[in-house]
């Protein structure tokens, strides 16, 4: 655990899905509505401070994130990202993206282009309902 | 085969490495210096298009690129990204991040802050002949 670190100190969303290695949670963003973050418990910085095995049951989680994403979500593209430069502390982005939201094509740290596109909030429940019960089959 | 995809068409960098299923790529970039692209050499969209063998089999090359980028290049960081918006031809970016890079920390997607930083072509050098070293050990 590191004092200065964000997400050691603070779940960096709404906690879904967690095991001893790492959590699930749905970023707290309406701009971003239906983005997901796979985060490492433990403080580390890259996958390349992981055992080969640790590296696979990381991915495991977050390519469950993005098979019920794709499925429930209906999105047109999968972000997938792993950047940590403000915080140093492992963890992945999973983003649904839209032809009509706000940076398409662009990335998600892109100017906008447009207004952000809203998502149906039975849809996005129904979508955390699906991860939940697909994260405790599969890890 | 897709007709109209850039990765299809091209092999989106210099090739340093290749097998039937992906191949890597140095970026063309000298704003990116060293930056690398992992690419599938089949045209599919999303990493849930592949088996979880196939998932597996590309993040072990992805996480290969790392491990020498880090090494060779002592960056301060590793960045992993898979968009795709523009091109929907399954490929991972690999790029080395330092603290006085043209964007730091912000993504390489967002605004330059400053000048970009060059890298010495000898370390280049170095880094892509460790880098085919490597690969043709574990792949």
Not at 41 to 50: A, P, T
């Given at each position: 655990m590191a004092k200065d670190c964000t997400l050691c100190q603070q779940s960096g969303g709404e906690l879904l899905w967690q095991n001893d290695f790492c959590r699930v949670v749905l970023v707290d963003d309406k701009q971003l509505a239906g983005m997901c973050r796979v985060i490492a418990?433990?403080?580390?910085?890259?996958?390349?401070?992981?055992n080969p095995a640790q590296q696979i049951a990381m991915m495991q989680v977050v390519f469950a994130v993005e098979k019920v994403m794709r499925e429930v979500l209906r999105c047109d593209k999968i972000n997938l990202a792993s950047l940590g430069n403000k915080t140093p502390h492992l963890h992945w982005h999973i983003m649904p993206r839209y032809h009509d939201d706000a940076h398409f094509p662009e990335s998600i740290w892109a100017t906008p282009q447009r207004p952000m596109k809203a998502l149906d909030s039975a849809l996005l429940q129904s979508f955390t309902a699906q991860l939940q019960q697909h994260l405790n089959q599969i890890a």
């Open positions: 418990q433990q403080h580390i910085k890259e996958m390349s401070d992981l």
